[in-house]
């Protein structure tokens, strides 16, 4: 009996021994912010994002995200497929970042978009165009087979951009869902949110202790790796769990060979891809008077066919009227 007594004081010990290196090591893991002299990978990049928020201890970082954007508690989130089944051969293709589902059942896409998306004209069709075409695509996936459609989950196309898209509007952050043209709320089964990280200069200049956590997340997705903004964003690691969490892991990342690999090579493509369509646009300028010249002459000589073309008709209809009203 005694022996089953020191036996089981010696094994408690030994495990109240290893919790504590277990706390000292979390604790440890904890990030006080990045050093001035750490280079770090830029959250803003879509690959990096989707790499941080998809991390496997990341889960609680992910849930707080989400909650912040939509404004509403989220309990637990499930990490789908990021790409959705075509459904026929003519049918494209999407890709997401971050495709979950949350506790309620709702659906979430949550993407970063780094990169200027190239338009036609003034305005930002492409980029609105594509994320709508995703949102409504995401919310048709849904298996609605014997469901009721009132049973169907909300949808949200959750988009960081790091560029201005809605230039006259000086919200950083614009919500987006199905509303009569005086704005009554038809539905709230799917949603927009579209956050401007290009936006964020007066954030910067409020106190930590009064910036939300939307705008502290923002904040960390647009400068973690600023060196310029290192102590802002250190004081914001600090302040919030979830974001210390998040500095931890993209730390980490950033010091994978190979994921800094992957970061260089990319902005290597994109930097030359950049420097061949502006060397493009360069010489098209040189040629442009001659071209213009030729394109404007052929448009005249086809405006002159069909005005030309025009008239015969009209005066051919007049011929039509007046035999029609002779025999009246």
């Not at 094994?11 to 002299?37: C, T, V």
């Amino acid at each position: 009996m005694i022996l089953k007594v020191l036996c089981r004081a010696s094994f408690d010990a030994w495990e109240n021994h290893l919790k504590r290196i277990y706390m000292e090591l979390k604790a440890n893991r904890k990030s006080q912010g990045f050093p001035m002299d750490v280079d770090i990978l830029p959250p803003s990049d879509d690959r990096i994002f989707k790499v941080l928020l998809t991390h496997p201890d990341a889960k609680k970082v992910l849930i707080d995200v989400i909650s912040t954007v939509i404004e509403r508690q989220v309990l637990d989130v499930h990490i789908r497929s990021n790409v959705l089944p075509a459904m026929d051969v003519d049918e494209k293709e999407e890709r997401f970042d971050v495709n979950c589902s949350i506790n309620t059942g709702d659906q979430i896409n949550v993407e970063m978009q780094c990169s200027r998306m190239e338009e036609i004209g003034k305005g930002f069709t492409n980029f609105i165009n594509r994320y709508a075409f995703y949102l409504a695509k995401l919310h048709s996936s849904q298996k609605a087979k014997g469901m009721n459609y009132y049973e169907l989950a909300r949808t949200y196309q959750i988009t960081f951009c790091m560029y201005d898209v809605l230039p006259d509007w000086s919200d950083f952050v614009n919500r987006f869902t199905l509303k009569s043209v005086n704005g009554t709320e038809l539905t709230d089964q799917i949603n927009m949110v579209i956050v401007e990280l290009n936006k964020l200069e007066v954030l910067l200049k409020k106190p930590v202790s009064n910036l939300t956590d939307f705008e502290k997340w923002t904040l960390f997705f647009r400068f973690a790796q600023d060196p310029v903004h290192r102590g802002k964003i250190n004081d914001i690691i600090k302040e919030k769990e979830e974001i210390n969490m998040a500095a931890t892991l993209l730390r980490e990342i950033s010091q994978d060979e190979h994921e800094r690999a992957r970061y260089l090579s990319r902005m290597k493509f994109e930097t030359d891809q950049y420097s061949n369509l502006h060397t493009a646009e360069k010489r098209g300028e040189l040629r442009s008077d001659e071209k213009w010249q030729s394109v404007v002459a052929d448009m005249k000589a086809d405006m002159s066919v069909i005005i030309a073309n025009k008239e015969a008709e009209i005066e051919r209809l007049r011929k039509q009227i007046a035999e029609l009203e002779s025999k009246v």
